[in-house]
């Protein structure tokens, strides 16, 4: 980054792609803000710096190692006008969904809400607990369905067809466990194209 007196600074992008995860967050539907939007690409993943020039100009990515690594790429935006973060990956090294940014906003902002369900609900007669816990569970995954962070399984004949499940138990006189299943969105991370020339 060039400032104006011609001198030179190294920045990392870790603000700017906390940024990003709250240009997300700011498209809401009704109460229920965007944390299923990838924090990366044009619209929500570019930085806003000037003059900003590579490290290692002439070194090409090797997008592969920087998979394995989980380390987000930051590329040049197709417009020319700036850098954008060309990745969502999170630090997470299995080969699951949770290696995605947005998948772990997704599972952490529903485990938030649960905290705070299950807190307003200690202590409270068996019939009370049981009845809240499923209306609250429903409070609040179905704006997730509703929003579009939770979609229909990929795989119905395996995982059904719905965007989520839970079941509820009473394991003791005073212990209860909420167990839930969620298919959480996509993302146009990758685009294959496939050209063929008609005879």
Not at 79 to 101: H, N, V
Request: aromatic share 10%.
């Amino acid at each position: 980054d060039t400032h104006r007196g011609g001198t030179n600074t190294i920045w990392g992008a870790s603000g700017a792609a906390v940024a990003a995860c709250a240009k997300g967050d700011a498209i809401f539907s009704g109460a229920t803000p965007g944390i299923h939007y990838s924090p990366a690409g044009e619209r929500r993943g570019k930085l806003a710096r000037v003059g900003v020039k590579p490290l290692f100009p002439s070194d090409n990515i090797d997008r592969d190692a920087f998979y394995s690594a989980r380390i987000n790429p930051v590329v040049p935006s197709s417009d020319g006008t700036g850098i954008m973060i060309d990745d969502a990956l999170a630090l997470y090294q299995k080969e699951s969904y949770l290696r995605f940014i947005w998948v772990n906003r997704i599972v952490n902002f529903i485990d938030q809400q649960f905290l705070a369900m299950a807190t307003s609900l200690k202590h409270e007669p068996s019939g009370l607990t049981e009845y809240g816990l499923r209306d609250g569970m429903r409070r609040i995954l179905d704006p997730l369905v509703t929003s579009g962070a939770l979609v229909v399984p990929r795989v119905p004949d395996e995982d059904g067809d719905q965007p989520y499940n839970f079941v509820i138990t009473q394991e003791e006189i005073d212990l209860w466990r909420v167990q839930w299943w969620v298919c959480p969105t996509g993302s146009a991370r990758r685009i294959v194209g496939e050209p063929w020339l008609i005879r």
